[in-house]
């Protein structure tokens, strides 16, 4: 069974970083695609960064380009959420997600079959 297991969430000032981490186990991790989604309160589930199971390529919503960075260790099978200059607009349920439905075929609006439980952060202003 595929466990996705997150870290690195907690509390930071505005203009702060942390960095998430997950780590999946239970198959091939390199046959998976993965990303990031978040859940701030009140609000959907939206996709914050993905790459691809290659990762030759990463994909980031508007709202974290040039802060956040996405990265993944096929080796340790880990994949990172590097985030600078934190915002209190990026408090929110942090998910490490992960995608092996559609092999090379897969984007990211086709979305992931895979979850973890979530990791909280909250940026104070």
């Known amino acids: 069974q595929v466990q996705l297991v997150e870290s690195g969430g907690g509390l930071v000032q505005a203009g702060g970083s942390l960095r998430l981490s997950c780590v999946v186990s239970?198959?091939?991790?390199?046959?998976?695609?993965m990303g990031w989604f978040r859940q701030a309160p009140g609000k959907e589930r939206v996709l914050v960064a993905a790459?691809?199971?290659?990762?030759?390529?990463?994909y980031y919503a508007d709202s974290v380009k040039g802060r956040f960075t996405i990265s993944r260790d096929n080796a340790k099978n880990t994949v990172l959420l590097q985030m600078n200059s934190l915002k209190p607009e990026d408090t929110a349920v942090y998910y490490c997600?992960?995608?092996?439905?559609?092999?090379?075929?897969?984007?990211?609006?086709?979305?992931?079959?895979?979850w973890g439980k979530g990791t909280l952060v909250t940026v104070s202003s």
């Open positions: 997600t992960a995608d092996d439905r559609y092999g090379s075929n897969w984007l990211p609006e086709y979305g992931m079959n895979l």
């Open positions: 790459i691809r199971r290659s990762g030759g390529s990463t």
């Open positions: 239970g198959r091939t991790f390199g046959s998976y695609h």
